[in-house]
């Protein structure tokens, strides 16, 4: 019997992990196109910047790269790294065909980054020009930023220039078909119709290339990272409800909880089944309260608050689904949670530990709990989930697979796994020259999306399974479409 193959938008499962599809093809390793390729490619953005007309830029380019990789001596690379490794007479002919194009100009704000001391003959090559530190400054970041994307028709166009040097060379050879649709390139406009099966195939050729100087590409970004100044940016969205509206919904939500109370203690005040809905439901209720009370809207804490809250609500769903075939599955529900928390207070006497008095638990009192359903010396201790399975099977067994999405991404946060933490903890920078590294926000800048709609979702998915379990007043039901029940 074949296996299965389970995929997820052309990502296959492999042990665990959905593995994106470039990573399937072996011996492809292609290099990052920002951090590794644009420093060797660099000078070519910079000559390519210094034309209005993309046109004219390429077509005055392409012979002068020509030019070079006769004079290069068998070097089938424009990277910079392979120039600088040649002798200095060898260097100072290719820096006099730059300078023979009338292009010497546009590399001035490399000077910024290669001193004397590392590459004499760059040096001599410029020595003697003008330069405003300022303004190279500026156009180098600028052309960094333009090179940042390796879809962008800017960076395609200095791929194109590579893939060109490497053929000019004669140590590269592609076939004519292939050569003929390249040809095409320089001589029309990206909003040509060809351009969308052309540009793909520069881009795909450049990938192949495998080349990778790293000391030469780590000191280049040494170099900017101490040259350019960070400039984070904060997302800040607004909590993007009324206060008004929440303190309405927080009412009513109230009411709700008030009446369900009233009618546990007046009615059922021995039922197992309506204590763990109720407890379960006043659980998500009192987490609510804490987004309210608190306006933890747009925080990490109120990501977390969902997902327990859309927890709770799954569980109440399954509990009820199983108890079709087990009516002892609110005692069990109970006498698991009890049971986790007994291998808590059993652990640390085995383990000789005492925990500290300021700590945030009582244990004494824990303790105490542990004995409130049943004696600690017939109380099981479970260490699996309840009733086995996964978190994604259970919402799956209640027909919840949108709510899990939602409570898969708030996992992240509490967890604490690194996509929270650079969503929430870490400003991006916009400084291209820093690799648009991270800056830690340590003045709690950054504002995520409000979770108020989603929690107002599950707490009225709560509210209904209620209803539909227990009933509801008239007062309250007329009151019920005014907040989406």
């Known amino acids: 019997m074949s296996k299965k193959i389970i995929s997820l938008n052309g990502h296959e499962l492999h042990n665990g992990v959905f593995v994106a599809p470039f990573n399937t093809i072996e011996g492809l390793a292609p290099c990052n196109w920002f951090v590794e390729r644009v420093p060797e490619y660099l000078w070519l953005g910079l000559l390519l910047n210094s ?25 089938e690379s424009p990277a ?78 200095v791929k194109f220039l590579v893939l060109f040097y490497r053929l000019s060379s004669g ?63 904060i997302l800040k969205y607004e909590k993007d409800v009324a206060d008004e509206i929440v303190e ?23 039922d197992n089944k309506m204590l763990v809905l109720l407890g379960m439901a006043t659980y998500s209720y009192k987490r609510f309260l804490e987004i309210v009370e608190h306006d933890l809207f747009n925080t990490i804490s109120g990501r977390s608050i969902v997902r327990v809250i859309i927890e709770n609500f799954m569980m109440m769903k399954y509990l009820l689904k199983e108890e079709y075939q087990n009516n002892k599955i609110w005692e069990e529900y109970q006498s698991y949670g009890m049971g986790e928390l007994k291998l808590v207070t059993e652990r640390f006497p085995e383990n000789g530990i005492e925990p500290d ?19 600690r010396m017939l109380q099981n201790m479970d260490t699996r989930t309840f009733k086995g399975g996964n978190a994604k099977q259970k919402f799956e067994a209640v027909g919840e697979k949108e709510l ?31 690799q648009f590294h991270c800056v830690p926000d340590v003045e709690n ?41």
């Open 171 to 233: 140590l590269w050879h592609i076939p004519k078909e292939t050569m003929d649709k390249l040809s095409l390139y320089p001589v029309i406009d990206h909003s040509d119709e060809r351009m969308h099966f052309i540009r793909p195939l520069v881009r795909s050729m450049e990938m192949t290339f495998s080349e990778c100087n790293r000391t030469f590409i780590d000191d280049f970004w040494r170099k900017c990272g101490a040259m350019f100044e960070c400039k984070p940016f």
């Open 80 to 157: 910079l790294s392979k120039i600088f490794e040649l002798s200095e007479p060898t260097q100072l002919s290719i820096y006099q065909i730059i300078d023979d194009f009338k292009l010497k100009e546009s590399l001035l704000p490399l000077n910024l980054v290669y001193s004397y001391s590392e590459y004499p003959a760059f040096s001599k090559f410029v020595a003697g020009e003008k330069y405003d530190y300022v303004s190279c400054q500026e156009v180098l970041e600028s052309v960094i930023r333009k090179m940042n994307s390796p879809q962008s028709e800017f960076s395609t166009d």
């Open 357 to 375: 008095a300021k700590t945030h638990f009582d244990l004494k009192y824990l303790n105490i709990l542990v004995d409130v359903y049943k004696s």
């Open 404 to 434: 899990y999405l939602i409570y898969d991404y708030d996992s992240a946060f509490e967890h604490g796994l690194w996509s929270a933490i650079r969503e929430s903890s870490l400003l991006g920078c916009d400084a291209p020259g820093h």
């Open 248 to 270: 309405k919904y927080s009412v009513f939500v109230k009411n709700v909880f008030l009446y369900y109370g009233d009618l546990y203690r007046i009615t059922n005040p021995l």
């Open 51 to 75: 034309f209005e007309d993309r046109k004219l830029g390429l077509q005055k380019i392409m012979p002068m790269l020509q030019s070079i990789s006769l004079a290069a001596q068998n070097v």
């Open 445 to 485: 800048q950054q504002k995520m999306k409000s979770v108020w709609h989603d929690v107002v979702k599950v707490m009225n998915k709560t509210i209904k399974l209620l209803i539909d379990e227990f009933g509801i007043s008239d007062e309250l039901k007329k009151r019920m479409p005014e907040y989406g029940l």
